[in-house]
């Protein structure tokens, strides 16, 4: 029982937009949900008839409606789950504003009351549906099972519902509810009808001959408007309701601005909320920077916090960063929390860094705002923070306590096809053999960035087997990228200052804590995009096992060697520390730990916390094939020669060569004069090979180097590096981070061995 309401929005904004530039009405949703109703109240859990619930279908008129839908469907998940999620009567009458309600197929309460010819239960239900929703009420209609097509007679269920049709038509004229045709839709075209029963073959654990001598033949395909009206030709009235139903149906957007919740601030900072957040936060900011930097501020520092508030305060995003500080000063100073010292471009801000979200200087490491939030953007701020496994935990129950469990909630993740698992999965279905299909499994899966059809033009031989076996390719092209099954975001959490129900549907999941014990709990039904389109605030607490480690090892060193250890103090130049990375002996220490990483450290010798960063961001697939002229840069006794005399400024520290995004940010600055906006769109640019925006930039850029007075052939040279590496550039301010928590495992390794090892030790057992 779920809705995706807000990916139909999306869907439906950019088809009416292209309507609008065409002169065409737009397309309007109808967001709905097949409920299941149970026979008595939804908490009780007593086996019995019909515990499962009823189908019936309830559409939102409105916004009012859609809301009132969320509740319900939340409710079933929370309150009323009994083998499935199930409302009742009194939810249903309680959320009934805005909302149309069509009696349901087979299944329903309507239709299994005549099935079993209860004549007093079927009067009962529809004049407690016609009381509580009015001229809303519909009886519905359904022809959706074909002729038995051996015998050319008809099955069993459709002279069933033959019967239920024909007893509706009557009660209809007698009551005064309309009847409306539907149809049960299962998939969008015939010709997905294959790839269909492959998925119930999958959820069932039956093979395709099992499954058909069992499933009369239907056609659950999404019916267009001339198969409908020919369907019920006989029954013109039933095709008026649907279009009376669609024209009850009101345009209205699901979407909202972001909801972050509150936290508490003094008095003095202003009267609206918006106010307050705003000059609370550039109180907090400038005193933290003052305890940092001294009392009378550096003019850099002064002047990067005015920008980045300024932008902050733009995107209406102080509330988002003051809630994030309160969280992890409680985590660190209450609950005994580890917080990591950041990730992401989140690290590239003076402010995160003054009100210790992040724990990494970006003036000292030239880290950039703009790759945060770029001044000419509308996105909202996205910060991800790493907390200690055990620690992440004990923050979510926190924030449930402090906000209330129904205020907080997990995300949703979706498990979609690629081709191997679709393949795979109709393979099953039509009993390949085990061997043939797992040969070209594992073909399949090593490359899942390729779609079945991509992936035969490359094996010819995956095609042959596939026909040879009588696998319908159709049926594994269209299973690729549909859903089957649910899971829950690694770490995409929901916190609000109400109901997390009152903006998205709300299920339950089943997860595993860090003990190994399952807990249940909330999820909404919309996963980490869409539901942040909502209003809703998706927070990324990720529980990271190095911190956990980290933390025992420094309990263990207070205990035995000095009880006011710092890992945060030790020093970023520490002897044994580098030795250790220079020798390659970084076993187990975070990001350090592969061979071939070991191996490129003897090589590279690093002398300098830069050195370690420059190998973390090149130690991957793209630039790691520049590593050589690392080495060779860093070796030679000749010094770097730069193209552009003043880019030694940003090329120093990474021997001549572009590592950063950020470099080739602020090149583009020095060199020709981008300001902040074309420098980080430049960035993305190069990233994604925007060909037409690339050559309008470039354009710029020679331009603004030849006014600068450098030469045309330095100048075509430096961008075609830039244009080279921009592909996989690193961000620094991730690899900074990262290598930060890198260079405290290898401190601990290297002055605190006996300890580091048990604990690793320990951790491995585990």
């Given at each position: 029982?779920?809705?995706?309401g807000?990916?139909?929005?999306?869907?439906?904004?950019?088809?009416?937009?292209?309507?609008?530039?065409?002169?065409?009405?737009?397309?309007?949703?109808?967001?709905?949900?097949?409920?299941?109703?149970?026979?008595?109240?939804?908490?009780?859990?007593?086996?019995?008839?019909?515990?499962?619930?009823?189908?019936?279908?309830?559409?939102?008129?409105?916004?009012?409606?859609?809301?009132?839908?969320?509740?319900?469907?939340?409710?079933?998940?929370?309150?009323?789950?009994?083998?499935?999620?199930?409302?009742?009567?009194?939810?249903?009458e309680k959320?009934?504003?805005?909302?149309?309600?069509?009696?349901?197929?087979?299944?329903?309460?309507?239709?299994?009351?005549?099935?079993?010819?209860?004549?007093?239960?079927?009067?009962?239900a529809?004049?407690?549906?016609?009381?509580?929703?009015?001229?809303?009420?519909?009886?519905?209609?359904?022809?959706?099972?074909?002729?038995?097509?051996?015998?050319?007679?008809?099955?069993?269920?459709?002279?069933?519902?033959?019967?239920?049709?024909?007893?509706?038509?009557?009660?209809?004229?007698?009551?005064?509810?309309?009847?409306?045709?539907?149809?049960?839709?299962?998939?969008?075209?015939?010709?997905?009808?294959?790839?269909?029963?492959?998925q119930?073959?999958?959820?069932?654990?039956?093979?395709?001959?099992?499954?058909?001598?069992?499933?009369?033949?239907?056609?659950?395909?999404?019916?267009?408007?001339?198969?409908?009206?020919?369907?019920?030709?006989?029954?013109?009235?039933?095709?008026?309701?649907?279009?009376?139903?669609?024209?009850k149906?009101?345009?209205?957007?699901?979407?909202?601005?972001?909801?972050?919740?509150?936290?508490?601030?003094?008095?003095?900072f202003?009267?609206?909320?918006?106010?307050?957040?705003?000059?609370?936060?550039?109180?907090?900011?400038?005193?933290?920077?003052?305890?940092?930097?001294?009392?009378?501020?550096?003019?850099?520092?002064?002047?990067?916090?005015?920008?980045?508030?300024?932008?902050?305060?733009?995107?209406?995003?102080s509330?988002?960063?003051?809630?994030?500080?309160?969280?992890?000063?409680?985590?660190?100073?209450?609950?005994?929390?580890?917080?990591?010292?950041?990730?992401?471009?989140?690290?590239?801000?003076?402010?995160?860094?003054?009100?210790?979200?992040?724990?990494?200087?970006?003036?000292?490491?030239?880290?950039?705002?703009?790759?945060?939030?770029?001044?000419?953007?509308?996105?909202?701020?996205?910060?991800?923070?790493?907390?200690?496994?055990?620690?992440?935990?004990?923050?979510?129950?926190?924030?449930?306590?402090k906000?209330?469990?129904?205020?907080?909630?997990?995300?949703?993740?979706?498990?979609?096809?690629?081709?191997?698992t679709?393949?795979?999965?109709?393979?099953?279905?039509?009993?390949?053999?085990?061997?043939?299909?797992?040969?070209?499994?594992?073909?399949?899966?090593?490359?899942?960035?390729?779609?079945?059809?991509?992936?035969?033009?490359?094996?010819?031989?995956?095609?042959?087997?596939?026909?040879?076996?009588?696998?319908?390719?159709?049926?594994?092209?269209?299973?690729?990228?549909?859903?089957?099954?649910?899971?829950?975001?690694?770490?995409?959490?929901?916190?609000?200052?109400?109901?997390?129900?009152?903006?998205v549907?709300?299920?339950?999941?089943?997860?595993?804590?860090?003990?190994?014990d399952?807990?249940?709990?909330?999820?909404?039904?919309?996963?980490?995009?869409?539901?942040?389109?909502?209003?809703?605030?998706?927070?990324?607490?990720?529980?990271l096992?190095?911190?956990?480690?980290?933390?025992?090892?420094?309990?263990?060193?207070?205990?035995?060697?000095?009880?006011?250890?710092?890992?945060?103090?030790?020093?970023?130049?520490?002897?044994?520390?580098?030795?250790?990375?220079?020798?390659?002996?970084?076993?187990?220490?975070f990001?350090?730990?592969?061979?071939?990483?070991?191996?490129?450290?003897?090589?590279?010798?690093?002398?300098?916390?830069?050195?370690?960063?420059?190998?973390?961001?090149?130690?991957?697939?793209?630039?790691?094939?520049?590593?050589?002229?690392?080495?060779?840069?860093?070796?030679?006794?000749?010094?770097?020669?730069?193209?552009?005399?003043?880019?030694?400024?940003?090329?120093?520290?990474?021997?001549?060569?572009?590592?950063?995004?950020?470099?080739?940010?602020?090149?583009?600055?020095?060199?020709?004069?981008?300001?902040?906006?074309?420098?980080?769109?430049?960035?993305?640019?190069?990233?994604?090979k925007?060909?037409?925006?690339?050559?309008?930039?470039?354009?710029?850029?020679?331009?603004?180097?030849?006014?600068?007075?450098?030469?045309?052939?330095?100048?075509?040279?430096?961008?075609?590096?830039?244009?080279?590496?921009?592909?996989?550039?690193?961000?620094?301010?991730?690899?900074?981070?990262?290598?930060?928590?890198?260079?405290?495992?290898?401190?601990?390794?290297?002055?605190?061995?006996?300890?580091?090892?048990?604990?690793?030790?320990?951790?491995?057992?585990?």
């Amino acid at each position: 029982m779920t809705i995706r309401g807000l990916l139909i929005a999306y869907i439906v904004s950019r088809i009416n937009n292209e309507r609008r530039q065409k002169g065409k009405k737009p397309f309007k949703p109808i967001i709905g949900c097949e409920l299941f109703v149970a026979p008595g109240a939804k908490e009780d859990k007593k086996l019995g008839k019909h515990c499962k619930g009823y189908r019936l279908t309830v559409l939102a008129k409105n916004y009012q409606g859609y809301r009132n839908l969320i509740k319900i469907v939340s409710n079933s998940w929370t309150n009323g789950f009994y083998m499935r999620p199930r409302t009742d009567h009194h939810d249903l009458e309680k959320y009934h504003e805005g909302l149309i309600v069509l009696s349901g197929g087979i299944g329903s309460e309507v239709y299994s009351h005549v099935v079993s010819d209860d004549i007093t239960g079927l009067d009962a239900a529809i004049k407690w549906y016609q009381q509580t929703f009015g001229e809303d009420y519909y009886l519905e209609l359904q022809r959706n099972v074909d002729y038995d097509l051996k015998s050319d007679t008809p099955s069993d269920l459709m002279l069933e519902q033959q019967r239920v049709n024909t007893t509706l038509m009557q009660i209809a004229k007698e009551s005064g509810v309309k009847v409306v045709a539907t149809n049960d839709v299962h998939y969008v075209a015939p010709t997905d009808a294959e790839a269909y029963k492959v998925q119930l073959c999958a959820a069932a654990g039956k093979t395709m001959d099992e499954l058909s001598s069992q499933m009369p033949v239907t056609t659950c395909w999404l019916r267009r408007r001339k198969e409908m009206c020919e369907l019920y030709v006989d029954v013109p009235e039933a095709i008026a309701s649907t279009m009376e139903i669609f024209d009850k149906v009101e345009f209205y957007d699901i979407r909202h601005a972001p909801i972050v919740p509150a936290i508490s601030i003094p008095d003095g900072f202003g009267n609206e909320r918006r106010e307050k957040e705003d000059n609370y936060l550039e109180y907090l900011s400038f005193s933290k920077a003052k305890q940092i930097y001294g009392e009378s501020l550096p003019e850099d520092v002064s002047d990067r916090l005015k920008f980045e508030l300024q932008i902050i305060k733009q995107r209406a995003a102080s509330d988002y960063f003051l809630f994030l500080q309160d969280v992890v000063n409680t985590a660190q100073s209450e609950l005994g929390v580890w917080v990591g010292p950041g990730r992401g471009s989140s690290a590239g801000s003076l402010v995160c860094y003054c009100l210790s979200i992040t724990k990494i200087d970006p003036l000292k490491h030239d880290l950039l705002f703009e790759r945060f939030l770029s001044p000419d953007g509308k996105m909202f701020p996205d910060i991800d923070i790493d907390f200690d496994d055990e620690g992440r935990e004990r923050v979510l129950e926190w924030l449930q306590q402090k906000y209330g469990k129904d205020c907080c909630a997990h995300v949703v993740s979706f498990y979609k096809y690629c081709a191997a698992t679709a393949f795979s999965a109709v393979a099953r279905a039509y009993q390949m053999p085990v061997l043939r299909r797992a040969s070209i499994y594992h073909s399949l899966i090593d490359e899942p960035w390729l779609s079945i059809k991509d992936a035969i033009n490359h094996y010819p031989l995956i095609e042959k087997r596939i026909h040879k076996y009588g696998l319908p390719l159709r049926a594994i092209s269209t299973l690729e990228q549909k859903t089957w099954g649910l899971g829950v975001h690694a770490c995409g959490v929901i916190v609000a200052d109400e109901p997390v129900s009152n903006w998205v549907p709300v299920s339950t999941c089943s997860i595993e804590d860090s003990k190994g014990d399952e807990q249940i709990v909330n999820c909404t039904q919309y996963d980490g995009w869409h539901v942040e389109s909502s209003g809703l605030v998706k927070f990324d607490f990720l529980g990271l096992k190095t911190l956990s480690q980290m933390r025992d090892i420094c309990e263990s060193i207070k205990v035995h060697y000095d009880k006011d250890f710092d890992i945060e103090k030790i020093p970023i130049d520490d002897e044994k520390t580098m030795e250790l990375f220079q020798t390659g002996h970084t076993d187990d220490v975070f990001q350090f730990s592969s061979k071939g990483m070991q191996k490129f450290l003897r090589e590279l010798h690093p002398t300098s916390f830069e050195d370690l960063v420059i190998m973390n961001c090149m130690y991957r697939p793209g630039p790691m094939d520049y590593i050589a002229n690392l080495l060779r840069q860093k070796h030679s006794k000749k010094a770097v020669k730069y193209m552009i005399p003043c880019s030694e400024k940003y090329l120093h520290n990474t021997y001549g060569i572009i590592v950063y995004q950020e470099q080739i940010m602020m090149l583009s600055r020095l060199i020709a004069n981008f300001d902040r906006s074309d420098s980080d769109l430049l960035r993305k640019t190069l990233g994604k090979k925007k060909m037409n925006v690339l050559s309008v930039l470039k354009s710029r850029f020679m331009e603004g180097g030849i006014k600068n007075g450098h030469k045309k052939n330095a100048l075509e040279k430096v961008w075609s590096e830039m244009e080279e590496k921009g592909m996989y550039a690193f961000q620094k301010s991730h690899g900074v981070c990262y290598t930060w928590l890198a260079y405290q495992m290898a401190y601990l390794k290297a002055n605190y061995p006996e300890e580091f090892k048990h604990v690793i030790e320990k951790y491995n057992t585990d």
